[in-house]
């Protein structure tokens, strides 16, 4: 049904430069599933651009041929090409945040395209749209139909892009990391809704991701993108039980997961060049608790969110975000702390940090109470516990070159004698987190997502902390640079003793990290033991839930 | 939305309560004795002291204060056996008050706010802002629907064509637009079309929404003379809407939104207009709002050197002579102006972007 050949797409007007993606040939037959697997930028989104015509403009197809139902698309005038969009093929994006239009209603902008592409009138048009809702299973599709973007959860507007692709039958469905930006539980039923949507219509779907658990369970056929091009094809099975190319080989060991447990994750780099440190690698530990004394003794602490509604405000409603919450940390243990987006997990680290007030309850870092420290000497005690956000892009100010940003902490704490000493630590410190010297008259933007992050890091470094907080600090890092920093950490805490309290939303990866887990919902703790003992046997509900939701690879 | 628009209103009478108290007191510090200032040359003590007694500036500020208050509030309280100041001397002017409530000679009314007199032409403040206001009112708002239209047509295809030729030549506009002073493009405007140009177009240099006729002495309404004035002051905010709606449309133009409006297969046009435009019109009908509130104050520069008798030129003229119960009264009711403007535009963001009703 779908054929592309010899593909190869430029940026830019000169020739020979800038090439996104070069030779791509796939095929796609009616009712069938491919999956493309690669890193951020190694041309799978472009591709599935060039298959929708909604290339940007500044991007040139400058060879090959997309053929769909034996009309090669890119020999189209401009207005035939339309017709093709929205009606035969049609794609969900990644961002279901920011695809709706926010000052339209949901059901508006799936009716949209109905009216556009379907000769019915508005009334057909609208019930069409409130049977489409209940079809992606949204709870009360009247109301849907109503409201607006705003209004829904992440998942939510996901199934509403999916009602509004699917809305004219079309014959191929391209989604581009569909569930990436979304909670696991939620991304379970995602997959699942597109699996059945596509058995139900037939469609040809094409599957993007940068997470082959996610590939395993969807596609028939599989291929692997690296670097603009395409380096292995075949069906799930092939790929794999018995991948060819060391990068899909690479790709597919330095996930964390279930049934490995190293001591170092394999880099794909190492693979790539050949070194293949799969077999000489040792265990992970996970270390026992030893020690008596905790470094960190939260005890009940409360953070209370009240809202206001009303004429005068005299309604409120009080959100819990952490709800007497409790637990210890020991020395030198990683502790992780998993939940969905919404549970608490980022409000909790940063009010043990005093970062936001919290409204009740003690931290007690090395047996002072930090809830009971005046401005000073609690500028003194976050000397030694520091925060790694979870954003790389923007958590470093653009306009600061990395050296200076790496030194400020220095200078706001006056550490070392003067400049010329500090210059000397933040090289080192470059140096510990695998940049180079020269980094550090660069700025932010010449750095990459997993190179940003290990700045992060160095400037964390720069106060000699005793205690780090990950706040889901590799989420937004592809799996191939998350093993890299992921390493780093560990590496980092084999030399300077770190304790760490490492917050994600992945599961495999906090088991990996982590020496004992919390598991959080709604505010609460619902879980906490050691970290192989919770994913074996997980007790409540909801971490069995959690736990199931994660696809295998 | 019933509700937020309460609140709103709310808010504002607050907000007016506020520039009542404020203007008060500020006008109470200034120099200078009211009676005195009213009589002018002939001052004798009794009729000094009639009038004081008639401003009540024989009382405490604080009654001065509750009395200037009562006397501004549609809704007040009234003595009908006292000969109470503004409506007694004033009653052709302000017309029967409706009592809602009496008894024993006392009671509360329904009645339009008084606003005194002037010190210098004795006409009532209330008389003089019912005749420059329109005017302004007129002025204002057509150099804004102008400036609006206009610039948003523009902006479009500005923002569409970025970098063109169109694109380029409407940055240079509106940056020449925007920094060119209004009194400067005014008399500019005055000596190129109705008097080098004269003969053309058939305008004049300067004149006001009535004229006389010169034969039978009678005021005739001359619209003709609104058009250089409302083109002159409606520039500045034209060249600001241009940019402004570029930006914002290229904005909204290059969000995740746009690019599923695409791919249901909507077209250019209708991906512009219906996705794009209307998530951009937010920071334009701010500005669009700013200014007309602004040229409300009256365009006093483009009033003046148009002749146009706007409020702006009455507020200047007022200033001049020391005449505060016109300043105070036309200061009064442009801030009360400006209030419900700003009221009208929140509840007008409310009815663009749902997601306003909410905070």
Not at chain 1, 211 to 239: F, P
Not at chain 1, 357 to 374: A, C, D, Q, R
Request: proline share 4%; with cysteine; net charge positive.
């Amino acid at each position: 049904m779908l054929k592309i050949e010899n593909l190869k797409i430029e940026f830019g007007k000169t020739k020979s430069e800038n090439i996104a993606v070069e030779n791509i040939n796939l095929s796609l037959a009616k009712g069938k599933a491919l999956g493309i697997v690669g890193e951020s930028g190694s041309g799978k989104s472009i591709t599935a651009l060039a298959i929708i015509g909604l290339l940007p403009p500044k991007a040139n197809i400058t060879q090959g041929s997309i053929e769909f139902e034996g009309v090669d698309l890119l020999l189209l005038s401009k207005r035939e090409r339309r017709k093709y969009r929205g009606q035969k093929i049609s794609m969900i994006f990644q961002e279901p945040m920011t695809s709706l239009n926010p000052v339209m209603r949901c059901g508006k902008q799936v009716q949209e395209s109905i009216i556009l592409n379907q000769q019915l009138n508005k009334k057909q048009a609208k019930e069409l749209t409130i049977e489409l809702f209940e079809k992606v299973n949204l709870p009360r599709p009247k109301e849907i139909y109503k409201s607006y973007p705003h209004q829904l959860s992440g998942g939510q507007k996901q199934r509403i892009i999916i009602a509004m692709a699917i809305a004219n039958n079309p014959d191929i469905l391209i989604a581009d990391e569909p569930t990436t930006a979304l909670d696991v539980t939620v991304q379970k039923e995602i997959i699942s809704l597109l699996k059945d949507l596509r058995d139900e219509y037939e469609m040809g779907l094409i599957f993007i991701s940068h997470d082959l658990g996610v590939i395993k369970e969807v596609a028939d056929d599989v291929m692997v993108m690296y670097d603009g091009k395409v380096v292995e094809t075949g069906s799930v099975n092939k790929i794999f039980n018995s991948p060819k190319h060391p990068y899909t080989k690479g790709l597919l060991a330095c996930r964390p997961s279930i049934n490995t447990n190293l001591k170092r994750l394999p880099e794909i780099d190492d693979i790539v060049n050949g070194q293949n440190h799969l077999e000489k690698s040792e265990k992970k530990i996970h270390h026992p608790i030893g020690h008596p004394k905790p470094t960190l003794d939260v005890i009940d602490l409360t953070k209370k969110y009240t809202s206001k509604r009303g004429l005068i405000g005299n309604k409120r409603i009080i959100i819990k975000a952490v709800d007497n919450i409790s637990f210890k940390v020991y020395p030198g243990e990683t502790l992780g702390l998993v939940g969905e987006s919404g549970c608490g997990k980022t409000t909790l680290s940063r009010a043990i940090l005093r970062l936001i007030e919290p409204n009740k309850g003690s931290v007690f870092f090395n047996e002072k109470n930090l809830m009971k420290l005046n401005k000073a000497s609690l500028k003194d005690q976050r000397k030694k516990i520091n925060i790694i956000f979870q954003d790389p892009y923007s958590s470093l100010n653009p306009r600061i070159c990395i050296g200076e940003a790496i030194m400020e902490p220095m200078l706001v704490h006056k550490l070392y004698g003067n400049n010329q000493i500090r210059k000397n630590r933040v090289l080192e410190l470059l140096e510990k987190v695998g940049l180079r010297e020269e980094h550090y008259n660069r700025f932010p933007h010449e750095f990459s997502g997993g190179q940003r992050q290990r700045i992060v890091i160095a400037r964390t470094l720069a106060l000699n902390p005793k205690f780090i907080i990950c706040d889901e600090a590799v989420s937004a890092l592809d799996v191939s640079v998350q093993a890299k920093v992921l390493n780093l950490l560990n590496d980092l805490k084999d030399e300077f003793g770190f304790t760490y309290i490492f917050i994600s939303h992945d599961l495999n990866v906090v088991r990996y990290m982590s020496d004992r887990l919390i598991v959080m919902k709604d505010g609460k703790i619902v879980e906490v033991g050691n970290a192989d003992q919770i994913y074996n046997n997980p007790s409540s509900d909801y971490t069995k839930s959690l736990i199931d939701a994660v696809p295998i690879s | 939305m019933i509700r937020y628009i309460l609140k709103r209103l709310i808010y504002g009478l607050l907000v007016i309560w506020g520039v009542v108290t404020v203007i008060f007191f500020l006008f109470n510090i200034l120099p200078g004795d009211p009676a005195r200032m009213l009589l002018g040359q002939r001052s004798d003590i009794s009729s000094v002291e009639t009038i004081q007694k008639e401003l009540g500036l024989d009382k405490p500020k604080s009654m001065q204060y509750l009395k200037f208050l009562n006397d501004l509030a549609p809704v007040s309280y009234h003595n009908f056996d006292h000969i109470d100041s503004y409506w007694y001397y004033n009653q052709e002017f302000y017309g029967k008050r409706h009592v809602i409530i009496s008894s024993h000679g006392r009671g509360i009314v329904l009645k339009w706010p008084y606003l005194r007199t002037s010190y210098q032409s004795k006409r009532q403040v209330s008389a003089i802002i019912a005749e420059a206001f329109p005017k302004t009112l007129l002025l204002a708002t057509s150099s804004i629907v102008l400036a609006m239209i206009i610039g948003i047509l523009l902006g479009i295809p500005a923002a569409i064509y970025k970098d063109s030729a169109l694109d380029r030549f409407l940055l240079v506009f509106s940056s020449f637009g925007m920094s060119i002073p209004s009194f400067f493009a005014a008399i500019i405007m005055a000596w190129l079309f109705a008097f080098v140009l004269a003969d053309y177009t058939g305008l004049q240099m300067f004149g006001s929404l009535y004229s006389v006729d010169d034969y039978t002495g009678k005021e005739y309404l001359n619209l003709k003379n609104l058009i250089l004035p409302a083109i002159t002051l409606g520039i500045r905010p034209l060249a600001i809407v241009v940019s402004l709606t570029r930006s914002s449309l290229l904005d909204a133009l290059s969000q995740d939104y746009i690019r599923t409006a695409e791919a249901k297969g909507l077209g250019s046009f209708a991906v512009v207009v219906k996705h794009g435009l209307r998530n951009s019109l937010n920071p334009v009908i701010t500005a669009i709002t700013g200014w007309f509130a602004s040229l409300m104050a009256g365009a006093v520069f483009v009033e003046y050197v148009f002749d146009w008798k706007g409020i702006g030129v009455v507020i200047v003229d007022a200033l001049e002579k020391y005449d505060l119960p016109v300043i105070m009264g036309s200061v009064l009711f442009i801030s009360v102006i400006l209030i419900f403007i700003n009221i009208l535009v929140d509840i007008l963001y409310a009815i663009l972007d749902p997601r306003v009703r909410l905070s």
